[in-house]
Antibody
Framework: EVQLVESGGGLVQPGGSLRLSCAAS????????MHWVRQAPGKGLVWVSR????????NYADSVKGRFTISRDNAKNTLYLHMNSLRAEDTAVYYCLRINGGDWGQGTLVTVSS | QTVVTQEPSFSVSPGGTVTLTCGLS?????????PSWHQQTPGQAPRTLIYSTNTRSSGVPDRFSGSILGNKAALTITGAQADDESDYYC??????????FGGGTKLTVL
């Protein structure tokens, strides 16, 4: 069974950092582009970032570019999102997503507040 | 900045057919945008229905189908059921390498 399990969310102060992880099982991450998507409370889905299958190419939404870094460890079958200089508007549930295959994680909540 | 457009809300009768669309504020949607469709009920993680225009995700019933209609991507639900009442989001790949979600369509079945 294919599963994506996010972890690493929590409460962080403005300006702080967090690293989210997305552990994949049931398939090899190395064959797929992977994405991070977020959803602020009561709002719609917003695409955050994408990484290609070997990690050599990444893309970011303007709102996070320069602050967030997507990476992957195919040997560990895990996707990451390193988040720096966090702002209140980054508060959201963060999901990892394999679009080709159609698999979502259950999400991890990041709350940025003092 | 390109905006992905969706109907804010739609209503369908039980057993009926509904087509939701996904467009661009500038230009046409094509298969090169790899449109995908995602269903979300309140408090739950999203679920992918369709990716790469018309490929059904595993376990998705065939009453959900994706296509390009005119200059938009489309999600058609035939034989609508009560538990189809959800928010539906499309997402498109852009030539910049970024992806953009639409604002979502709230589907009511009544």
């Amino acid at each position: 069974e294919v599963q994506l399990v996010e972890s690493g969310g929590g409460l962080v102060q403005p300006g702080g950092s967090l690293r989210l992880s997305c552990a994949a099982s049931g398939f090899s991450l190395s064959g797929y582009y992977m994405h991070w998507v977020r959803q602020a409370p009561g709002k719609g889905l917003v695409w955050v970032s994408r990484i290609n299958s070997d990690g050599s190419s990444t893309n970011y939404a303007d709102s996070v570019k320069g602050r967030f870094t997507i990476s992957r460890d195919n040997a560990k079958n895990t996707l990451y999102l390193h988040m720096n200089s966090l702002r209140a508007e980054d508060t959201a549930v963060y999901y990892c997503l394999r679009i080709n295959g159609g698999d979502w994680g259950q999400g991890t909540l990041v709350t940025v507040s003092s | 900045q390109t905006v992905v457009t969706q109907e804010p809300s739609f209503s369908v009768s039980p057993g009926g057919t509904v087509t939701l669309t996904c467009g661009l504020s500038s230009g046409s949607v094509s298969t090169s945008n790899y449109p995908s469709w995602h269903q979300q009920t309140p408090g739950q993680a999203p679920r992918t229905l369709i990716y790469s225009t018309n490929t059904r995700s595993s376990g998705v019933p065939d009453r959900f189908s994706g296509s390009i209609l005119g200059n938009k991507a489309a999600l058609t639900i035939t034989g609508a059921q009560a538990d189809d009442e959800s928010d539906y989001y499309c997402v498109l790949f852009m030539s910049t390498g970024r992806w953009v979600f639409g604002g979502g369509t709230k589907l009511t079945v009544l």
